[in-house]
DNA sequence: AACTAAACGAGACGGTACGTCATGTCTTGCC
DNA sequence: GGCAAGACATGACGTACCGTCTCGTTTAGTT
């Protein structure tokens, strides 16, 4: 995945410095929490990361690239844990992204990344490659885990196997943001568990037929 | 729900002008199209409304309550259709609002809003009167009228059935939008039929739980 | 002469300010004694005249034309002064336009806007109506009062007149000119003399040949 | 006169390359030519040298130092020509003069470094030794040759000569760029011719008096 | 029919941020 | 050490919108 401006091809000259690139994807973090996407300035962020203006454009072209990148490396720490069920796995992957959509610099720059793609297909790719699949990974592998501890029985057919899988990540990942950011109501343990419930009866009755 | 600044008690004067507003809105909306939520400027949105930019910044408070107000406009043609069966009736409303998901303004303005609502409650609040608990009524017909059909059984208890609701309502909505703003696949009739089919077993399995 | 750029004509909004033109020319004229003409930068004359910059650039196109009127505004003040001979007048102008040339603002603006002009047409039309027409008046109006007084004969040849006074214009201030910015030498009263005396001993012989 | 900056004392290392020079000069004539002296850069001028950056500022201070430095080689090219008489030498210089500020290079840069130099005493003390005393030896030659001559008596007294010559020095450049440069006529043997004749009656009638 | 008060268009205004450009310095690796 | 390449901090550029303001001009509904 490249979203970063790439450097010209090594003939010569002074190298980048590697610690700005940091420097500024934490500051833009913090940007966002203080002041929200659309009062974010890339020079208010150069200025936080000690970094002049020209460097910033020198590696991101514009606003929604870089919050990308910034909020990217947050969804590097969500992972599957194992709580020792299919049911339980659920819940924490549920609690876990909730918590990363509670930090406020997640949810003000998930949205408005995503309403800026929609008039703009390569920053779609981007948002998709870099941030959502990483989730999407989750739902395969506690699949895979549910299958090993017989919970699930393995899928025959690829093809539906993958639908079904984009299925329910639509609706793990969907349901979750909406609550979270539309209804504005806490994803707490009983709603996990409730919506687990409700997601693993759908699937063991959408099992039962023909897709 | 009042968005709209009120004018002043009318003790006398020129009264405002009321075919500006459709003007405002249906500009808006055609800005949102072209130029999407971060490039849509209100001093371009009063130039193709033929209006002054005071006459706008009277009658609005800012960008986000203009788009929101004509955004709402859209969700008022939202309805529950009488397909014959709950089934029916889930994939026809999933559609409908994947439909108007479909529209470029629609999809563009809701996304934008809610990232700016984030950090700015009174507009939360506003979003949530204006459009989404147009959707949300239409949960609660739908479960009424498969009640009288006799598909669901009477909920005796208020606070289960309100919970219930809810998490049906941010199962549909956030799964639709997931799936068509983020996944960016389309919501077509299989894919309808096979989300029914989830929720609706997901459902059954619930209830027969103690929740 | 027109070098401002005009408002539009008058159908209606709010009329310029004309008390912002006299306090920005007023802090260009500051500015430039201060900074000189490359550090002159046109957003420290905006601030100095408690102006925005976007002000400034409704009125003049750049730092060029503004400058002109700025320098322009010093030049009113040149008048021919009566000192009751041809060459009493004569040294009294060029003692004027020196000490005019010896204002740091004239000076550093006068020979940079020139420059400038080289390679700028209407640039350099804009500073020769509005800064050295002004003084041509002054040759024109030396040798009427000369004629006068008789000290002068009239010349019957329009065209020959035409030549003469260009070329004597050339000359006075062509030398001034030289002496104070480039030769960097006081123009005092005892170089004023002198200057005198070769130029009028050079009318003097220029007319007794057929021009 | 030393302009460029020195290469430190020979203690080893790899030589300055001598051709740069004359590609860095001849590139900044050109540019300017092209750009007038506000838009040149001395980017521009490494580019076209091909040359980096710091080869160019290892070598000159700044812009003004650069420049001087391109044009005072033009200066080089001027001589006194001996055309029989002082009327005709005078008529020659001039029009030798005239042709030098008439390239576009020369025009342009000599009176920005001027302006520059009017806030900047190193740079008059630099202009003046590259190129104004360039100019003011042709006078002194001129009226050396005419003693020669017989045309002019030998000057008794050097104070008085030296008054003399800055005088006729001034009046001669000073009109000549005046014409060139401000008034942007031509200076043609026509023109030559009547303020030779102006320039030489003065300079008897001054004479004929005590200074 | 005249009065009155607000709406309206136009556009100037003080701000703020934009994204680009030039300056002069620096860092790196090759000669 | 010179040199080409290019990153860097700095700071001005000229533009675009913001939201407010000041005009002169409608446009009702009173009186």
Redesign the pocket.
């Known amino acids: 995945m490249q979203s970063r401006i790439p450097?010209?091809?090594r003939?010569?000259?002074?190298?980048?410095?590697a610690a700005?690139d940091a420097a500024i994807l934490e500051s833009t973090r913090q940007a966002l929490v203080e002041l929200g996407w659309s009062?974010?300035?890339?020079?208010?962020v150069a200025t936080r990361a000690?970094?002049?203006?020209?460097?910033l454009?020198?590696?991101w072209a514009?606003?929604s690239e870089l919050v990308v990148d910034a909020v990217a490396e947050l969804f590097d720490e969500l992972e599957l844990p194992d709580r020792g069920s299919l049911a339980a796995d659920i819940e924490g992957v549920v609690l876990q992204f909730a918590a990363l959509l509670g930090r406020p610099e997640t949810k003000t720059a998930l949205m408005a990344v995503v309403a800026e793609s929609t008039s703009d297909e390569p920053l779609r790719e981007r948002i998709r490659t870099s941030i959502v699949d990483r989730q999407k990974r989750l739902v395969l592998a506690g699949r895979k885990r549910a299958q090993e501890r017989g919970e699930l029985p393995p899928e025959p057919d690829p093809t539906a196997a993958g639908l079904t899988a984009d299925l329910i990540f639509d609706v793990i990942a969907g349901a979750v943001v909406h609550r979270a950011l539309v209804s504005a109501e806490p994803v707490d343990e009983d709603w996990a568990r409730r919506f687990t419930l409700l997601l693993l009866g759908g699937l063991a009755a959408a099992a039962a037929q023909t897709w």
Chains 1, 2, 3, 4 share one sequence.
């Open positions: 450097p010209p091809a003939t010569g000259g002074r190298p980048r410095n700005a009062k974010l300035t890339l020079g208010d000690g970094v002049a203006k020209t460097t454009y020198r590696r514009g606003k």
